[in-house]
C-alpha cells in the first residue's frame, strides 16, 4: 500500500522553510526518508522506528506520529542543495521486505 | 560506507534480446536486495525482493519470468529482462540492506532503452 505525500511540489526561496508530509492508510511500523535528484538514485536521510520518534541531521528532521499513521519532514533554512524529489518509504512490522516508496515530493530551492 | 554500485549504467537494445543488470554491495554484506523500476516524474515501484540464496519474491503484477532475478551471494543481485520490449524501457534501480537493518542503500540505476 503506497504511502500518500503532500504537497506535491513545493518551490523556495534559499532559506526558507518546508514541511513534507506522509500518511498511510495502513499501520506504520517504520518510516524511511529519502531524497532523488534527477537522473539519480535515492539517498537515504533518515530511519524513525517508534511512535512519537523525533530525529535530525543538521538543518533536515523528521518526526513520527504513529496513531495519526503519518511522518512529517521538515526543512529548515533551505539550501540549494537540498532540490530533489523526497520520498518517504513505510515497511511491515515483522518483514522488512514489505516496502514501498510514496508518491514522492518535488523540492525546488532558488537563489 | 554502504555503498552500491551497478553495472551497465545504461544499456540500449534491440526488441527480443535479454538484459542483465547487476547490482553489488561493495562494503557491506547484503541479506536483502531489492529491484525497482522508475518512470519519469513517478516513484519508485518495487518489483521484487530477494534474499541471498533464496528465490526472488516478486510483487504482484510482476512476470517472474520475464525479470529473472538471481541473488547468488550477500554481495551480488542480478536482473535479467527477458525478451525486452519497448515497453520494458525504464530506470531500473536496485538498493541493498544489511541483516538486522531497516534501510535501503540505492544503487546508481540502470537506464534501459528498448528498441
Known amino acids: 500500500q503506497q504511502p500518500v505525500q503532500s504537497p506535491q511540489a513545493v518551490i523556495l526561496r534559499e532559506g526558507e522553510d518546508a514541511v513534507i508530509n506522509c500518511s498511510s492508510s495502513k499501520a506504520l511500523y517504520s518510516v524511511h526518508w529519502y531524497r532523488q535528484k534527477h537522473g539519480e538514485a535515492p539517498v537515504f536521510l533518515m530511519i524513525?522506528?517508534?511512535?512519537?520518534e523525533q530525529k535530525g541531521h543538521e538543518k533536515i528532521s523528521a518526526s513520527f506520529n504513529e496513531k495519526k499513521q503519518q511522518s512529517s519532514l521538515y526543512l529548515t533554512a533551505s539550501q540549494l542543495s537540498y532540490s530533489g524529489t523526497y520520498f518517504c518509504?513505510?515497511?511491515?512490522?515483522?518483514?522488512?521486505?514489505?516496502?514501498?516508496f510514496g508518491s514522492g515530493t518535488k523540492l525546488n530551492v532558488k537563489p | 560506507g554502504a555503498v552500491v554500485s551497478q553495472h551497465p549504467s545504461w544499456v540500449i537494445c534491440k526488441s527480443g534480446t535479454s538484459v542483465k543488470i547487476e547490482c553489488r554491495s561493495l562494503d557491506f554484506q547484503a541479506t536483502t536486495m531489492f529491484w525497482y523500476r522508475q518512470f519519469p516524474k513517478q516513484s519508485l515501484m518495487l518489483m521484487a525482493t530477494s534474499n541471498e540464496g533464496s528465490k526472488a519474491t516478486y510483487e504482484q503484477g510482476v512476470e517472474k519470468d520475464k525479470f529473472l532475478i538471481n541473488h547468488a551471494s550477500l554481495t551480488l543481485s542480478t536482473l535479467t529482462v527477458t525478451s525486452a520490449h519497448p515497453e520494458d524501457s525504464s530506470f531500473y534501480i536496485c538498493?541493498?540492506?544489511?541483516?538486522?537493518?531497516?534501510?535501503?542503500?540505492f544503487g546508481p540505476g540502470t537506464r534501459l532503452t528498448v528498441t
Open positions: 524513525l522506528l517508534k511512535g512519537g
Open positions: 518509504g513505510t515497511g511491515g512490522l515483522y518483514n522488512f521486505n514489505k516496502f514501498y
Open positions: 538498493s541493498a540492506r544489511a541483516s538486522g537493518r531497516r534501510e535501503q542503500y
